[in-house]
């Protein structure tokens, strides 16, 4: 039971740690790009970091996806869908709908864990949480 446990800690520690590096690698990319929009640097110079922005950014939605199969319709996977939408706005509606598009993925990853699980399929809070053998309780 002991290893069974240690086994399960060391599989968050390494989630939670892929998050942080996947997430600090998108802002840094999406500063650099978004910046770059911003001071009118032609987006032909810009494309390696569009297209660093949009890899991690796929890479950091597989990894939020992974918590839970309910995702997609709850808080946080609407916001996550409402920041890709305005992120592929943006170079056709200029930096001010990629500034939007900032706002809306930096307000969707700090709010309260009680919206972020909301779900609009069940109307109430789903949080689907594995416990230590991994499998977890999934009321729906």
């Known amino acids: ?37 911003w001071l009118g640097i032609p987006a ?4 390696a970091w569009l297209v660093a922005t949009a890899l991690t950014g796929v890479a950091l939605l597989a990894s939020e996806a992974s ?8 808080g946080r996977g609407l916001l996550v869908l409402a920041h890709v939408g305005a992120a ?3 170079q056709a509606l200029g930096p001010g709908v990629m500034m939007a598009a900032l706002v809306v993925g930096a307000v969707g990853s700090h709010l309260p864990k009680s919206i972020r699980t ?3 399929r069940h ?6 949480r594995p416990d230590a053998s991994g499998r977890g309780e999934d009321p729906w």
């Open 1 to 37: 039971m002991l290893e069974r446990q240690a086994r399960f800690t060391l599989s968050l520690s390494l989630a939670r740690t892929v998050g942080i590096v996947l997430r600090t690698a998108h802002l840094g990319a999406m500063a650099v790009l978004m910046g770059g929009a």
């Open 44 to 47: 032909s110079a810009l494309h």
């Open 67 to 74: 918590h839970s199969r309910h995702w997609v319709y709850q």
């Open 88 to 90: 592929g706005l943006a």
């Open 118 to 120: 909301w779900s609009l």
């Open 123 to 128: 109307r109430a809070v789903v949080d689907h």
